[in-house]
């Protein structure tokens, strides 16, 4: 079963519109903030490290949310990150953000090891495929269900 991550971000007046609530695209920039401290927190592996060391980047592929209900300035939301898929470059991750019992959004999304110098999808480095692989559940590094 994979490990979930929990990320909480209190609504700030940045996030919103004129009406109090989150403006929708300011939830993609906390999903990328949520996903960055992933890695970084659970995978041992910061963004900036990545492209450094690992000359490699994971952009997102494809991505699918369902907003259930709006989020207004000074609410806290925790995001909840569960890897879903791990393929040869691609990473399949759902997360759900919810305001205690509520819950305001539901997303899928593919992230894809890309490397930094051919910009083409590469094989995700070995020590980064086992530590996905464990937050799936796979004491071997294995790819998931």
């Given amino acids: ?27 993609f920039e906390m999903i990328n903030e949520t996903v960055e401290v992933w890695f970084d927190e659970r995978l041992g592996v910061a963004f900036e490290a990545m492209q450094r060391d690992l000359a490699g980047t994971v952009p997102t592929a494809r991505i699918e949310i369902v907003f259930l209900a709006p989020s207004r300035h000074g609410d806290r939301l925790d995001f909840h990150l569960a890897p879903t898929r791990l393929g040869r470059s691609s990473l399949d991750l759902a997360i759900d953000a919810v305001s205690g019992a509520d819950q305001r959004l539901r997303m899928t999304s593919t992230l894809v090891f890309v490397s930094t110098a051919t910009l083409r999808p590469a094989r995700w480095p070995a020590h980064l495929a086992a530590a996905i692989g464990r937050t799936l559940g796979c004491d071997d590094g294995a790819r998931g269900p």
């Fill in 1 to 27: 079963m994979a490990e979930t991550f929990t990320h909480s971000l209190k609504v700030r007046f940045q996030h919103c519109d004129p009406a109090g609530i989150v403006f929708y695209p300011r939830y």
